[in-house]
């Protein structure tokens, strides 16, 4: 693997300081950029905000030297192979292991715990994580190394400009969206993620029956959740009573949500299923 040089690099407290950067050069040359799909796209309402913290030392080399391989920016230039970036790959110091039968998407991993047990716990499994903190990026990175897994990959940037320009049909077998921001105040609303927009932009990419997972601990947007899934014809959802899920198995109790529930918060769980068929879509004139 390729070594890439670097600027004075400074530990203070165990944090990488880059003081003696040149202004406009970026942290990390060969790993994340800072805003990959850049001004080729419009300027429209984000459900996200991007969040500058400092990256430790041992983040920080996890992104010098694992991103090249494990990480990708959302650019919006190219259409992906997915079974080309999951193909069979040794983590550093282990044996080539099998590519996974099965893709999904993950919006929004935080340090990326919650995923290296999934991924740990079903290696059949590739994860497409999806996040714009370049901490928790060299985090889950650090994780994916240590515990020799494979079947995740580091996406940086917008998730919808991954599901709009970057994805072919039918191509996910799932997608996760846990605790994403709830935008608690009125005027924020707008940017809470799961919309009927969204789900339109969703739907095209997933496999027949492949199911969305959400997870929310903000009882409005929990509710906002199911209303908006139940109304949109391209779900269904999995729950006989039309309600709330149990929380699987498989999806971790993290940490953040553990501290919620000794607030006395509650958690809900929605998974629904990708319809058969979908609705008619209107002609996009900018997509011909």
């Not at 090249?68 to 040794?90: N, R, S, T």
């Not at 190394?145 to 077998?173: C, H, K, W, Y």
């Not at 269904?236 to 109790?253: C, K």
Request: glycine content about 10%; proline content about 10%; aromatic content about 6%.
């Amino acid at each position: 693997m390729p070594s890439y040089k670097l600027g004075r690099v400074t530990k203070i407290g165990g944090t990488v300081s880059e003081n003696s950067r040149p202004k406009g050069t970026p942290r990390f040359p060969e790993g994340p950029a800072p805003d990959p799909a850049g001004s080729r796209f419009e300027r429209r309402i984000r459900s996200f905000q991007p969040r500058r913290s400092r990256v430790t030392t041992a983040q920080g080399d996890a992104l010098r030297r694992l991103w090249p391989q494990w990480g990708l920016d959302i650019d919006g230039k190219e259409v992906l192979d997915l079974g080309e970036l999951f193909g069979p790959e040794a983590a550093p110091g282990t044996e080539a292991a099998a590519a996974p039968t099965r893709v999904v998407l993950e919006i929004g991993f935080g340090m990326g715990e919650a995923t290296a047990q999934m991924a740990a716990a079903d290696p059949d499994t590739g994860i497409l994580a999806v996040d714009v903190h370049t901490p928790g990026q060299g985090n889950l990175l650090g994780l994916a190394e240590r515990n020799g897994l494979s079947n995740i990959r580091v996406a940086n940037g917008d998730a919808i400009i991954l599901l709009r320009e970057m994805l072919t049909p039918e191509s996910l077998d799932g997608v996760r969206v846990y605790f994403p921001d709830p935008w608690p105040k009125a005027r924020h609303h707008k940017r809470r993620l799961i919309q009927a927009e969204f789900l339109t932009l969703l739907a095209p990419c997933l496999r027949p029956g492949a199911v969305l997972h959400c997870a929310t601990d903000w009882e409005p947007y929990a509710e906002h959740m199911l209303e908006v899934l139940s109304a949109h014809p391209d779900f269904e959802n999995t729950q006989e009573d039309g309600g709330y899920a149990p929380r699987p198995d498989f999806r971790p109790l993290t940490r953040f949500e553990g501290q919620g529930l000794d607030k006395g918060h509650v958690v809900h769980d929605l998974l629904f299923r990708r319809a058969a068929t979908l609705a008619e879509r209107p002609e996009d004139p900018s997509h011909p």
